[in-house]
């Protein structure tokens, strides 16, 4: 299995600029995160998927914030307007849900280094 | 309080030594507890469960206190490539973790 894969690993664009982040889960996985980490705040949380649906955006800094989960296997996290403060490595991670629970375990993507100047 | 609280380090020590990290978290409805370990630049990786009888992986124990809401991790005969951060991780509900912010570890030969 290919892994959580995230794309593109680095970007760096200039503020106002739009920029999207993209994710393709593992295969069977049914659960999707998108994290946030830098120094200051660590790893948050920022919005969950389960069957593509979001449950929980209660993350999403603020409306200049979006993400879509149109099928199973892909998934993108869109900053509009970009600022500097969104400078942050921004993790995908998806777990699979069986009967057993977390029988899949929780696997994170390289990550996107964002950086926006 | 912060939902997932751990000593940030670093944690300096020679290999061979035996180190311990603890973590406190606040929620105390919090059902499953992990440790993560992220090595620089690269993405968390799942080191271990933590369950409340304790557990062992080779030189690894993970211990959880419920009462005083309490997980611990004991690294034994440290090696360098245990330098990394290792997380202290929380479920906070439905299938999402909370993460502590991480306590550095480097270990000098």
């Known amino acids: 299995d290919a892994g959580v894969i995230q794309s593109p690993r680095h970007e760096v664009t200039e503020m106002g600029q739009e920029v999207t982040l993209r994710c393709k889960p593992i295969s069977g996985h049914n659960s999707l995160f998108w994290y946030r980490q830098t120094m200051m705040r660590g790893l948050e949380l920022l919005i969950y998927?389960?069957?593509?649906?979001?449950?929980?955006d209660s993350g999403m800094p603020e409306d200049r914030f979006s993400a879509k989960m149109p099928n199973a296997s892909f998934s993108t996290l869109k900053i509009q307007p970009s600022e500097p403060r969104d400078s942050a490595v921004y993790f995908c991670a998806s777990i699979g849900t069986g009967p057993g629970g977390y029988e899949y375990g929780y696997t994170f993507g390289s990550g996107t280094r964002l950086t926006v100047v | 309080r912060k939902e997932v609280e751990q000593d940030p380090g670093p944690f300096n020590v020679p290999e061979g030594a035996t180190v311990a990290f603890n973590c406190t978290y606040s929620?105390?409805?919090?059902?499953?507890f992990f440790w993560y370990r992220q090595d620089c630049r690269k993405e968390p990786k799942l080191l271990m469960s933590?369950?409340?009888s304790g557990n062992e992986d080779g030189r690894f124990t993970a211990q959880l206190n419920r009462a005083s809401q309490y997980i611990s991790l004991l690294i034994r005969d440290s090696k360098l490539s245990d330098s990394a951060t290792y997380l202290c991780?929380?479920?906070?509900?439905?299938?999402?973790?909370?993460f502590g912010k991480g306590t550095m570890l480097l270990v000098s030969p």
């Open positions: 933590v369950y409340s």
């Open positions: 929620n105390s409805a919090s059902q499953s």
């Open positions: 998927f389960n069957n593509n649906v979001p449950i929980d």
């Open positions: 991780v929380v479920n906070s509900g439905y299938s999402t973790l909370t």
